[in-house]
């Protein structure tokens, strides 16, 4: 009986000890474990959550010591919830941004500036050069998205116009949407966003620019410029002839884009992946009937374009900066990163200046073709910063007022200039 | 006994004797919590107002004194912003008030099921969450394919589709009228209470005179219905002036700004150009002429 009770006593202090070591062992991990914070809204909509959520997997998995803590907010809301968040001193250690957002952070001087980190990559990263504020590289290019002219090649072939040959000046384009009006009174001729916010602002400025308007910024030339009245002009006469759908955000184009309800539209890289989501298009039958061009030329004889693409930007306050780079380094530059999120997901070029071999098949596409020969040269720089904000609300009220009223264009830029003043 | 003999008499024992009463101490809990959730904002807000304070710069703001209030004065999308707020506020509250009280007339002494059933469908809209109200509105006035343009260019009242959120003349009745159709059903529920409590006596006091219904309506019922509706037309005036939902999910405050009111001018400066300064100042004005409504609301309770 004793040598029965003292075996069970051994038994018991193994297992007890062995319960004791395992829970150390654990408790050694979790300590060793590091939680980054990732807020995005990639993660926020329901087309590319499932891309980002398998991205975040893998990278959990090929680095069994970092956790990603993914924080899901819209668009629409980020900028806004992480300048609150660094004012509290409660910022996340990595996030998405893009726009006038990435330079609106950097203003608060809470983001860390990225050279040193830059400088270790064994990979050229394209479009450095616009996130740079005051010569410090305030964010890392995650994919780039700017914007081109798509058009319906069966609309153009139903209003009488050659599908292969999109308009190259704004006149071609006034006469292509006249044809389309005429010819399929129920299509919208032109998507444009013509919405008071920021990003209507970005999304704008290249046709400003074609007219040689430049009401803000470096340089400018004011509200009251001949060429911003021209543009000014021209926005109401595409009102006035049905060819817009004021009000409308990007987005809300996208769907009826899909429906063949609009003729040209003026949208990023990631229209494709959008349309083909929706309508469940194949990718031949997408080429077949959808092309992308650079924007028609104005007066001033140029093409411009947007980068609306996407960052990602590391926080000055965390703890955690060289697992955030990794994280960072991975989302932008990893072949596999790019293959299940930027491409697939995203519908968007990488930043990389040379693309890897194993996914050169799925870049050599004609609208990633078009969209890196003819339509990312002409991407001109805007005039992000914290005073942005305040001029897209004067200027895009201005268009808005050119758009949907009846006040005298002089009036109108008049009465934008002297709210600019007011800055 | 003298009436004076008789107050004294009546005087609490504890507050003769100095002490404060146990019951006073127990609404500091309240007061702490007031202090806190309204006073403290209120005081920063009145902080704030008088520095040049922007959340994006490095260096916190200085004291500007009243110069954000002088920029204010003189900058005139605010002043666009006061006018569109009292038209939408007032507009929406008379319109709406009216509308209430004629279905509360209408209805008022129809008994049984198919006009309680009517009752019922007319409170629908104030179920109906403020932003789904402005979203299914937003939806319902497209230009392409909205179910007002179709039927009025199906009835052929119309010839082409009309821009109604994107137009800067037809903005803010259109923002107005969804506006309406939420809010007529409150007036309409309350008129109606007001109306079955009016004593019987009284009505068919009335009817043995042969008042007529005209008569009925002006000279016994409406004098009945008259607090009731300052009340209600007071609280909705405060609602209204602090209506955000339906404006900024329909029209953004625009076209241009013609449907930008306080509210959605101090939502953009505060958290899109993130002037909290400026934006402060805005809302201290924005403050203050609510509280002359909330002034006026608690008189007309008191006065009931």
């Known amino acids: 009986m004793t040598s029965i009770h003292s075996c069970r006593r051994v038994s018991a202090l193994f297992a007890t000890s062995a319960l004791a070591m395992a829970a150390v062992v654990t408790a050694a991990t979790a300590q060793e474990k590091i939680t980054l914070t990732f807020a995005n809204w990639a993660s926020a909509e329901a087309a590319t959550r499932p891309g980002i959520e398998k991205v975040i997997a893998d990278f959990e998995a090929a680095n069994p010591n ?10 629409s809301e980020i900028a ?46 394209t479009g450095l050069e616009d996130l740079r504020l005051d010569s410090k590289l305030i964010a890392l290019p995650w994919n780039h998205a700017p914007a081109g002219l798509w058009y319906n090649k069966a609309i153009m072939e139903e209003a009488g116009l050659d599908p292969e040959n999109p308009p190259k000046t704004i006149d071609e384009l006034m006469e292509a949407m006249a044809a389309v009006k005429e010819s399929q009174p129920d299509v919208i001729p032109l998507g444009l966003d013509t919405t008071n916010r920021a990003f209507s602002m970005s999304s704008n400025w290249p046709w400003m620019r ?12 004011g509200a009251e410029s001949p060429e911003m009245k021209a543009y000014l002009q021209w926005m109401r006469d595409l009102a006035q002839k049905g060819y817009i759908d004021p009000g409308r955000k990007i987005g809300e184009f996208r769907p009826l884009a899909a429906q063949d309800k609009v003729a040209f539209h003026w949208d990023q890289v990631l229209l494709q992946g959008v349309i083909q989501s929706t309508n469940g298009m194949s990718d031949e039958e997408f080429y077949e009937h959808w092309g992308v061009a650079a924007m028609p030329t104005g007066p001033g004889g140029e093409s411009h374009s947007f980068e609306g693409g996407h960052q990602l930007v590391m926080f000055a306050d965390s703890e955690k900066k060289e697992a955030a780079w990794k994280f960072m380094q991975y989302l932008a530059t990893s072949p596999d990163a790019i293959a299940n999120y930027t491409v697939s997901y995203n519908s968007s070029l990488p930043p990389l200046q040379e693309a890897p071999e194993a996914l050169s098949e799925e870049l050599d596409t004609p609208i990633f073709n078009a ?6 040269p002409t991407v001109a720089p805007q ?13 895009m009220a201005g268009v808005q007022q050119a758009v949907t009223g009846t006040e005298p264009i002089d009036d109108i830029a008049a009465s934008v200039q002297s709210q600019l003043d007011r800055q | 006994m003298s009436n004076t003999a008789v107050m004294e008499n009546q005087k609490p024992v504890r507050r003769a004797s100095g002490r404060v009463p146990w019951l ?21 807000t009145l902080m704030l107002s008088v520095q040049d304070y922007n959340l994006l710069d490095i260096v916190p703001g200085g004291y500007v004194g009243a110069g954000n209030y002088s920029s204010l004065f003189s900058d005139p999308v605010f002043w666009t912003a006061l006018y569109n707020t009292a038209v939408y506020t007032f507009g929406s509250v008379f319109v709406s008030a009216l509308l209430g009280l004629i ?3 209408l209805l008022d002494n129809l008994a049984g099921p198919q006009f309680r059933a009517v009752r019922a469908l007319l409170l629908v809209p104030w179920a109906v969450p403020f932003v789904v109200v402005a979203f299914l509105f937003r939806y319902m006035y497209m230009q392409n394919g909205g179910i007002v343009n179709e039927m009025l260019l199906w009835s052929g009242l119309i010839d082409h589709p009309v821009p109604w959120l994107n137009n800067a003349a037809l903005a803010m009745p259109a923002v107005m009228v969804a506006n309406i159709w939420a809010m007529a059903p409150f007036f309409f529920l309350l008129l109606s209470a007001a109306l079955s409590g009016i004593p019987n006596e009284v009505i068919e006091s009335a009817r043995v005179d042969r008042a007529r219904t005209w008569s009925m309506i002006w000279h016994i019922k409406l004098p009945f219905l008259r607090n009731p509706l300052i009340v209600s037309s007071l609280l909705m005036i405060i609602a209204n002036f602090n209506d955000f939902a339906k404006i900024w999910a329909m029209t953004q405050g625009g076209p241009g700004f013609s449907t930008t009111t306080l509210v959605v001018y101090v939502y953009r400066l505060a958290f899109e150009n993130f002037e909290f300064g400026y934006a402060s100042a805005t809302g ?18 008191r006065m009931n």
Not at chain 1, 210 to 221: D, K, N, R, S, W
Not at chain 2, 24 to 42: E, H, I, K, N, S
């Open chain 1, 80 to 125: 806004r919830q992480l300048v609150l968040r660094v004012r509290s001193g409660n910022p996340p250690d990595v996030s998405q941004l893009a726009g006038n957002d990435t330079f609106l952070l950097a203003a608060t001087g809470k983001l860390e500036p990225l050279d040193e980190y830059v400088a270790r990559l064994d990979v050229e990263l």
């Open chain 2, 103 to 105: 279905f509360a007339l």
């Open chain 1, 383 to 395: 005039p992000y910063g914290p005073d942005f904000a305040a001029a897209s609300t004067a200027v």
């Open chain 2, 284 to 301: 201290v004005i924005w403050l203050l002429l609510l509280l002359v409504f909330a002034v006026a609301y608690v008189r007309a309770l």
């Open chain 2, 24 to 44: 006073d101490w127990m609404v500091m809990p309240t007061l702490a919590v007031l202090a806190l959730v309204v006073g403290y904002p209120v005081v920063y």
């Open chain 1, 66 to 75: 970092i956790e990603i803590e993914s924080e899901a907010i819209s668009f």
């Open chain 1, 210 to 221: 074609t007219f040689g308007a430049q009401p803000v910024g470096e340089g400018a030339t």
């Open chain 1, 371 to 376: 969209f890196r020969e003819r339509i990312i």
